[in-house]
């Protein structure tokens, strides 16, 4: 299946894509994805003028073939003649559109995915001029709730956690899209009042979107005759569109960022990891000059780690860490604090289990280190350890039986968030199906879980503690 690649985190990125980063991790950016961000594959959903020349195809051999005959393939064209037709006529156009392409089904492609755990994280809001559902199934490959606003009254029950915005429509309600040229020039009210706040208010970033729809342009417009600066507005796309040069008043191109929106949001995950393992660094620091860990060489371990994880693509530390939560929810996860102390307790492991490998099987990600698997468990809501473990325990199994884990590997679980005791170490029978010869010879405790809290790792005093608490 062809797909990009991402980068690795040590790759280095832009001082344009640092500074929208920044931004991003002041909750300061809004993100609207156009038709780019779905026609890259492995999605491959078409453009504009490709449904048009199917839709055109396809309405030959219907009440409307006269209606179009003489039409060229645009869509907006076709969709007002048959706005004109009848109220009927242009509901066909949109079932015949959505019965046409797998707007439903297509396969969310690596853009979806980062979008997915940009908004995951809670850092950005997003909207969309596309139908399809691929960043929703992105989020749920991502193991997150993500809610999707498609008409009003969703917006008005969503409230804050409102993420992603549909601004034209979506191909789970079919008389929802937005085809015409009255239906698109003059959306609902509350589109345009949600784009005007977003351009008013925040850094937006127009990633794919080729077409300036009039009800955005007329925004950005009334902005800059009010003093407002272009500054904030942003355009990814692989090609300068001149309508946006124009419109911006901007010959130099500096809104314009040269990237697919692969690249550029995949950049932006690079970015935001590396400013969060950076604190990583100062937290270690200022723990070294606090207190020393006999025996423990802190500073240079955390190099170590990074150095680790910079061999690997930043999204799989993000899917690493967003698995690990209970329960799946939207909220800080890399861009959290408690990220930073996970990477100090991994530091610890590091420095007597050096890390040896991190791998991505089906979107499940696994970090290793010498005879063991590093899993975290982490506790977004108040809850009985009991439970977290037991939560953690079958989804361990659930990831051993599908071999997206190593089944013969033991693993060491870093829990936070969690009230009362953690479990001792558990027999063969709860980590795989049924324990073999080996199990029986080494003994029962050779598959076994170790639960480590991750206080308790934060808090050990030297080198020999240390492999007590982890079991080695």
Wanted: aromatic share 6%; glycine share 6%; charged share 20%.
């Amino acid at each position: 299946m062809e797909m990009y690649e991402p980068k690795i985190l040590g790759s280095n990125t832009t001082v344009s894509v640092n500074n929208i980063a920044l931004q991003i991790a002041s909750k300061n950016v809004v993100i609207v994805a156009g038709a780019g961000v779905s026609k890259a594959p492995p999605t491959g959903l078409p453009t504009g003028q490709d449904i048009a020349r199917t839709l055109k195809h396809r309405l030959s051999y219907t009440a409307l073939a006269d209606c179009v005959k003489d039409l060229p393939e645009d869509l907006l064209a076709i969709a007002d003649a048959a706005e004109s037709h009848s109220l009927e006529a242009l509901e066909l156009v949109q079932k015949t559109i959505l019965d046409s392409f797998d707007f439903k089904t297509a396969y969310p492609n690596y853009a979806h995915q980062f979008l997915a755990l940009l908004m995951a994280e809670g850092t950005v809001q997003a909207m969309t001029t596309n139908w399809d559902t691929c960043i929703e199934r992105a989020a749920a490959i991502m193991s997150s709730d993500l809610v999707a606003c498609r008409q009003p009254a969703e917006l008005a029950g969503a409230g804050s956690s409102a993420v992603l915005l549909k601004l034209h429509g979506c191909a789970e309600i079919e008389d929802s899209i937005r085809v015409s040229s009255s239906q698109v020039g003059k959306p609902a009210w509350w589109v345009g009042h949600q784009m005007s706040a977003a351009i008013a208010r925040n850094m937006v970033v127009f990633v794919g979107a080729g077409s300036i729809f009039p009800y955005v342009r007329e925004t950005i417009i009334g902005i800059l005759e009010i003093g407002g600066e272009d500054s904030r507005i942003r355009v990814v796309d692989i090609q300068l569109n001149q309508d946006w040069n124009d419109l911006l008043h901007n010959p130099s191109g500096e809104f314009f960022i040269r990237d697919s929106a692969e690249e550029f949001l995949d950049g932006i995950i690079r970015s935001l990891t590396m400013s969060k393992l950076s604190q990583a660094v100062s937290l270690a620091n200022q723990l070294t000059g606090s207190r020393s860990i006999e025996g423990v060489d802190i500073r240079n371990a955390i190099q170590q780690v990074i150095e680790f994880f910079q061999q690997y693509p930043a999204h799989s530390l993000w899917l690493w860490v967003r698995r690990c939560i209970f329960p799946s929810v939207c909220g800080p996860a890399v861009l959290s604090p408690t990220f930073v102390r996970y990477m100090l307790a991994i530091t610890l492991i590091h420095s007597i289990l050096p890390l040896q490998e991190m791998e991505t099987i089906s979107n499940i990600v696994s970090v290793g280190c010498k005879d063991f698997i590093i899993e975290l468990a982490w506790a977004k809501e108040a809850v009985t350890s009991d439970i977290l473990c037991q939560k953690k325990t079958e989804s361990v199994i659930a990831n051993k039986r599908n071999h997206t884990l190593p089944a013969a590997t033991p693993c060491i679980i870093i829990v936070d968030g969690v009230v009362g005791p953690l479990p001792a170490p558990t027999t063969p029978e709860s980590v795989v199906d049924t324990p073999g010869v080996a199990d029986i010879i080494d003994g029962p405790q050779t598959l076994a879980a170790n639960w480590i809290s991750l206080d308790s790792l934060l808090t050990v005093p030297s080198i020999e503690k240390l492999h007590d608490l982890v079991g080695v």
